[in-house]
Each structure stands twice: as structure tokens, then as C-alpha cells.
């Protein structure tokens, strides 16, 4: 799994850098044109909740999260 970017050129994303395999299933997130996002009251309270246990240091490192990716991929 790895995070690329890309901007919509003719109704298609355009990834920068190196490409993508042929028949590679990818998820796309994009922001509102004013730069905003909203949430559902129950999201929101997700979100919070989840800002609170990574201030409180209950997450997961990027390297170790990638190291368990590798195992699985």
C-alpha cells in the first residue's frame, strides 16, 4: 500500500510521479473546492474521540504500521 498523489486533468486523475500498475484498485479523497469538509454529528464525535486517544499516545507509528503492511502484502 502506498499514498501517491494526483490532480484531475479531463475528468481523469493524473498521478505524479511513478504510476500506478494496470488494474490497481486505488481510493480517491477530495476536498470540498472551498477547502472545507463536513461531518455528521456522529463522525465528529468519532474524530474527537480518535484526536483524544492520539493526544493521550495511544496510536500506532507510521513504521510500524508499515512494517505490519509488509508482512500482509
Known sequence: MRLTLGT??????VVEGAGLDEGSVVAVLSRDPDGSFSLSAEDETELLAAIAEIERGEFVSAEALLEDLRKYG
Do not use: I, N
Open 8 to 13: 484531475v486533468v479531463g475528468g481523469k486523475v
